[in-house]
């Protein structure tokens, strides 16, 4: 017995040990950031993109610190070429290198994330989504999502999906009609989300989302009405499959009870 012990401990240990002699090693370089004021961003959005592939990917990922190191102690200088992301990943030992950009024009956020091989200096993904939100939401509406596609192994669908417009709204606010917004999940990643239209309870969005990596999971959208304190729900629509069509608003309050507040129209483009 105790023999039959030691072999499995000897087993666990090995199996470990090769895992890791196999595991790929990945850094990620500076991220470029374009049409902010804030000189410290580069770094913040560096380190959550860090953060994600060390939560999504099966990569060793060396450390923004000793990546910024070793590439000072060298005078290297980020480009977002390809080429020169190959140069700094040989420095780094490293088998992947992710480079980068985000960049603000106007309301709308753009992140690109390029995944180089190192020894063929070939791009072996890429991806780029942008959304209308605060800076204070990028983690959860750029990075996550553009992370999770770049390492998944199993290629999703891409859908894109056309929020018309809304009948039949409720007035949130004593003396006017509602401030509407909407917002976009796809099982529990956040997609994106509109802008609010004020005062109006027949609101027309016409606001399209594409849906990378989609494998048919259910599609949330939570309907808010804006407000100066604090944004109210006014109800969510689920969609379970990928259908046009008239979908009921509803409203759950605390005690159980189930409300329709409206209806909001949807297409599926092709």
């Known amino acids: 017995m105790k023999l039959i012990s030691i072999v499995i401990v000897f087993l666990v240990l090995s199996l470990s040990a090769y895992s890791q002699l196999t595991q790929e090693i990945a850094a990620v370089l500076p991220i470029k950031c374009s ?3 804030n000189e410290n961003l580069s770094e913040i ?6 953060d994600a592939f060390i939560k999504y990917s099966n990569y060793k990922i060396v450390e923004k610190s000793q990546v910024n190191k070793i590439l000072n102690e060298q005078g290297f200088q980020i480009s977002g070429l390809t080429e020169n992301a190959v140069e700094a990943g040989k420095l780094l030992a490293t088998n992947k290198v ?5 960049v603000k024009l106007g309301t709308e956020l ?3 994330l390029r995944l ?8 072996l993904k890429s991806e780029k989504k942008s959304a209308r939100i605060e800076i204070e939401d990028i983690n959860n509406v750029l990075i996550d999502p553009t992370v999770q596609i770049l390492v998944s192994e199993k290629p ?13 709204l409720p007035n949130m606010d004593m003396l006017s009609p509602s401030d509407p917004w909407l917002q976009v999940y796809v099982g529990n990643r956040l997609i994106g989300r509109t802008d609010f239209i004020k005062d109006n309870n027949s609101p027309q969005f016409n606001k399209r989302f594409e849906i990378t990596d989609y494998s ?14 604090q944004d109210k729900s006014i109800g969510e629509v689920v969609l379970k499959e990928t259908k046009s069509g008239l979908y009921p608003i509803l409203f759950e309050s605390p005690e159980g ?14």
């Open 35 to 37: 049409g902010f004021d």
């Open 45 to 50: 959005i560096t380190e959550l993109t860090q």
């Open 98 to 102: 992710v480079v980068g950009s985000l």
């Open 110 to 112: 753009t992140l690109s």
């Open 116 to 123: 180089v091989d190192t020894q063929s200096g070939e791009v």
């Open 156 to 168: 999703g669908s891409i859908i894109t999906i056309l929020l018309k417009s809304i009948t039949g």
């Open 216 to 229: 048919n999971e259910i599609i949330r959208i939570k309907v808010f009405d804006h407000d100066v304190t």
């Open 257 to 270: 009870s189930v409300e329709n507040r409206g209806q909001l129209e949807v297409v599926f483009e092709k």
